[in-house]
């Protein structure tokens, strides 16, 4: 019996909890694409810039406000930078979407099209962003790094395994619980989510029952600009912030977007942590569980590992190509392809 | 003295070649007027010129007297004019109720007296009011549609082939559930493929070939012409 | 007729270009950015192939163009026997045991039932393969790499002449491309560069962490060359007498006669390769591939098979990009893994074609020429620019460090500026496909 408690703290520890603080940072990256996806058309390639650009935004302010002698100890102070960084994050995305985004949506531009454009702004933000903050590792986090740490745990249960969370990883959690319920509110209960609904739906119809798209299309870039302001800055917060690192979750979040079903709110979510758990569960050390679970004869030499961690993204990668030779549109059917 | 609605003398089409080359509409207050004729003779087009969804090149669009020509599809829906298109005329993933709201989007207030009215109307509409539109069989999804473009109040209602791909007995119903809306002071226009059976409800009839006005009179009177029964009805 | 000139004197005004850059910065200097730009150039082809005849985007560039060195590792690279002793019989077993798991879950794929039990067994024939195949492949590979890891631990290649690799590389880029397109084309345009993406984020990190396939981060290197060393140049008969003639040092004669080897075998690769490619573009096939591009609903319903016809150019494309990929690694007569990055040089080949003209493979050339030469020289001049632009402030301001600690970013942020202005204002770009001829 204790055997099975260790084991399972073990599992809860390196997998469990950190596969659920990522796959929060994925869903709400993923629902950003998606509804960018369902509003405007088109992927946008620019969304992982979009999530880096918040991050920034949020170690500056955390940098004005530590120079300020702000904090909201123990909580990091980046909390208090979130705002400043979703108004930035926001303003850059509206912006972007004035200048660049709608001379093709007013020309009714093809979705590729689109998707070129929206990389040129890719290019250009993420040049933007490592000219001003440069392309180093940056750790912003200076709250309390536990909430109860391995030693905590291991004096409350007695059991021989410990049990971390970091204070980030709960915020992460917490955070992403929110964000993802108010969108789902907002979506389903709300005036402007039902005309977001009905515009993603049918156009057409949309605009014949009276939708102002200029307005459904600055909704939808609050939104997904938002989202990713906060999944840059939880993702920033839980690991750290480094330029490049955006580029590379490109993947894992457009894996998500279309195991889900691009398009499909619900969707985005489930693919997060279906990635996320995924990507974590494959490239865990299972060793050490086993020694709690097999008898000792039964006992393996090796790692227990499915797949190096230098492998993760192939994760994603692989999941993405078995969506779409079994369900091209989804697990929540999205729009049809 | 111009009808309610009224598209008179319409040219226009695409791209360089006209589809509609001269042709009149009109329909009357509480009157369901109804566009006949063979493929390609314009009718969805017609429908569309007075929608404002073409670009006339010449002729004029008046609603109740005031001309319309040059505002846009929406403007013309705050003027109380309502558009019930042939195909994708429902938000497939919303729910039935959505689909209403969305409809009494631009009304500012009594939208829950229409939605019970719609209700009233098509009552298997309110059984099904949480269930995705695109759920719903054929006939249903019409009812949607035609309830959706309800929710505005309007005073013109225009529907392009209601009755396509729904049964017969459906048809039926739906063409009741339009007479209906009709004596209730609303003008109603509509494409039929179906033409026998819309004439015969219909108390204005057109019969446009090539884009002009071929026949037109009551419904009643139209079937009664031995020609237009030969060329359009089949004998 | 004044289309041609133009194009005519835009090419005429970047061979000046490359002039004034020999003359300022030397001669060695320039013909080593015109064999960048003659390899840029290659690799716009194959894009544009894909973008500019089919409208297809493939987002992942770097990676067939990552297969395409791997493959001048495998062929020309010198043969590790010891590693082949050691590991090579592991790694054949590993690899014909994953060979016999994909067969048999295929069969098993074809035979059942769509099911949830089918999808279990699937799974099962997958972990039961994997496993197997591990076994052999780990103690393998672990072998190889203790081979004298420090200038060997690899299996090597074949010995081959280097030149044979610039067979192989297309038919390796071909490979991954038919497994992409496969499986990607024919769903919604988006699917296929995200797609893309992800096999060249998986090749990039393949070929950094197989150590026994590629040495990984420690770089191939010593790979043997198409044209002489210049230390064999300098003794060839009559080199001293060019030296004397030209005036110009042993060294940088040297370096320029090896170089113009080089360029005289990317330009002939590359006329080829042009020639083939307008031949094919005014083909009733290069027709119809226009025709798909740009009504695909009409294409399909004359009963043109657009999936078919897409694969067909996705894989053409990407084939030319992996024979740039190895003439590339060729040129630096090494392999450096730790090089690609998989979006930053994939988003510079998009932008030649697209400057250059979609569908225009003389304006894809020419974009490869233009935007390489503008990379190469953009980040002396942004960091000239911003030296000149924050000269006011004092000396140990650390503003100043930091923006010219990042200047190089700048690059970056003037390809994306590029990218837009030219979607923007000039869509069909330098040298406008010609339509209806």
């Known amino acids: ?337 | 003295m111009t009808a309610f609605l009224s598209g008179t003398n319409m040219v226009g089409g695409y791209g360089v070649v006209d589809i509609l080359r001269g042709c009149t509409i009109e329909v009357e207050s509480g009157q369901v007027a109804v566009i006949v004729g063979p493929n390609g003779a314009g009718k969805s087009t017609g429908m569309k010129a007075l929608f404002g969804m073409l670009k006339l090149r010449q002729g004029t669009v008046t609603l109740a007297g005031e001309d319309i020509t040059a505002l846009t599809p929406q403007a013309r829906v705050a003027k109380g004019m309502s558009f019930v298109p042939q195909t994708d005329n429902v938000f497939a993933s919303m729910t039935v109720e959505e689909n209403l709201e969305m409809g009494g989007l631009t009304q500012r207030e009594g939208v829950q007296d229409t939605m019970a009215q719609i209700y009233d109307l098509f009552p298997v509409l309110k059984e099904k009011r949480y269930q995705p539109a695109g759920q719903l069989s054929g006939g249903q999804r019409q009812q949607v549609a035609v309830g959706r473009a309800m929710m505005t109040r309007p005073k013109v209602l225009m529907l392009d082939e209601p009755t396509a791909g729904v049964s017969p007995v459906v048809m039926d119903d739906l063409f009741d559930r339009i007479i209906d809306i009709a004596r209730s002071g609303v003008a109603v226009l509509m494409v039929e493929q179906n033409a026998r059976q819309a004439l015969q409800i219909a108390d204005r009839g057109y019969v446009l070939v090539q884009g002009e006005n071929r026949y037109s009179g009551s419904g009643p009177e139209l079937l009664r012409q031995e020609d237009v029964r030969k060329s359009f009805l089949g004998g | 007729m004044t289309q041609r000139w133009q194009g005519i004197l835009m090419y005429a005004i970047m061979a000046v270009m490359l002039a004034l850059v020999g003359i300022i910065q030397g001669w060695s200097n320039a013909l080593g950015i015109l064999n960048l730009c003659l390899i840029s150039a290659i690799m716009a082809l194959g894009v544009n192939i894909q973008w500019g005849y089919a409208g297809l985007l493939n987002v992942g560039v770097m990676g067939f163009a990552a297969l395409g060195g791997l493959a001048v590792v495998l062929v020309a690279a010198a043969p590790v026997p010891e590693a082949l002793a050691a590991g090579g019989a592991g790694v054949m077993w590993a690899a014909l045991i994953m060979a016999v798991t994909v067969v048999v879950a295929y069969g098993v794929w074809k035979l059942l039932p769509p099911s949830t039990a089918r999808a279990w067994a699937l799974v099962a024939v997958a972990a039961v393969g994997s496993v197997v195949a591990g076994g052999f492949y780990f103690p393998a590979t672990d072998a190889i790499e203790a081979v004298d890891p420090s200038l060997q631990g690899y299996l090597g290649g074949l010995g081959l002449p280097v030149l044979v690799a610039w067979v192989v590389a297309p038919l390796l880029a071909a490979a991954a491309a038919w497994f992409i397109g496969k499986i990607a084309l024919g769903l919604r345009a988006d699917y296929l560069a995200i797609a893309t993406l992800g096999i060249s984020e998986i090749v990039v990190v393949t070929i950094k962490n197989e150590e026994w396939l590629t040495r990984g981060v420690k770089n191939v290197v010593g790979l043997p060359r198409p044209v002489p060393t210049e230390m064999e140049v300098r003794v060839m008969s009559g080199f001293d007498r060019l030296v004397a003639w030209t005036g110009l040092s042993v060294n940088e004669l040297s370096s320029i006669v090896v170089k113009l080897g080089y360029t005289a075998l990317f330009a002939a690769i590359l006329c080829a390769l042009l020639f083939l490619f307008q031949l094919a573009l005014h083909s009733p096939w290069g027709r119809m591939m226009r025709a798909i591009r740009d009504n695909e609903i009409a294409a399909s319903a004359m009963g043109k098979n657009v999936t078919r016809m897409h694969l067909k150019v996705f894989i053409i494309g990407s084939a030319i990009v992996g024979l740039a990929g190895a003439m590339l690694v060729t040129l630096d007569g090494q392999f450096t893994p730790g090089g690609y990055q998989p979006l930053r040089y994939t988003f510079l080949i998009w932008v030649m074609v697209i400057v250059g003209g979609s569908g225009n493979n003389w304006g894809s050339v020419f974009g490869g020429f233009l935007i390489w030469f503008c990379w190469v020289q953009a980040e002396p001049v942004g960091v000239w620019l911003l030296e000149s632009a924050t000269a006011w402030l004092p000396d140990g301001s650390g503003l100043r460090a930091h923006l010219l600690n990042n200047a190089s970013q700048i690059r970056l942020v003037l390809m994306g500026a590029i990218l837009l202005v030219a979607l923007r204002f000039m869509p069909r770009g330098l040298f406008p496909e010609k339509t209806g001829v």
């Open chain 1, 1 to 337: 019996m204790e055997n099975l408690a260790n084991a399972l703290v073990v599992l809860s520890n390196f997998v469990i909890i950190p596969a659920l603080a990522y796959g929060s940072q994925l869903a709400l990256g993923a629902l950003g694409v998606t509804i960018i996806v369902a509003v405007l058309r088109f992927s946008n390639f620019a969304h992982g810039e979009l999530m880096s650009f918040g991050a920034m935004s949020a170690v500056f302010a955390v940098w004005v406000l530590q120079w300020l002698g702000i904090s909201i100890a123990p909580l990091s102070t980046a909390l208090l930078a979130l705002p400043v960084a979703i108004v930035m994050t926001v303003a850059i995305a509206l912006l972007t979407d004035r200048f660049v985004y709608r001379f093709y949506r007013v020309r009714k531009a093809d979705t590729v099209v689109l998707l070129i454009v929206s990389i040129g702004v890719m290019l250009a933000m993420a040049g933007i962003i490592r000219f001003a903050i440069g392309p180093d590792d940056r750790v912003f986090d200076d709250g309390v790094r536990f909430i109860i740490s391995v030693a905590d745990f291991k004096a409350l249960t007695g059991l021989k395994e410990g049990l971390a969370i970091r204070t980030s990883q709960a915020i992460t959690i917490v955070m992403a619980v929110l964000c993802v319920g108010f969108v789902f509110w907002l979506l389903k209960y709300t005036r402007i989510g039902k005309m977001m609904r009905a515009y993603s739906d049918n156009e057409d119809l949309a605009l014949l029952s009276g939708v102002n798209p200029d307005q459904i299309v600055r909704w939808a870039w609050v939104l997904a600009a938002t989202l990713a302001a906060i999944a840059g800055t939880l993702y920033g917060l839980d690991k750290s912030f480094k330029p490049i690192v955006f580029q590379q979750l490109l993947l894992p979040i457009f894996a998500a977007a279309i195991v889900g079903g691009l398009g499909s709110p619900v969707g985005a979510v489930a693919g997060g942590m279906i990635v996320a758990f995924s990507e974590i569960a494959l490239t865990y050390s299972y060793k050490k569980v086993a020694t709690y679970l097999l008898p000792e004869a039964l006992q393996p030499d090796g790692m227990l590992q499915l797949l190096s961690t230098n492998y993760k993204y192939a994760v994603s990668f692989i999941i993405l190509v078995a969506v779409l030779l079994v369900r091209p549109n989804g697990l929540f059917n999205g729009r049809p392809s």
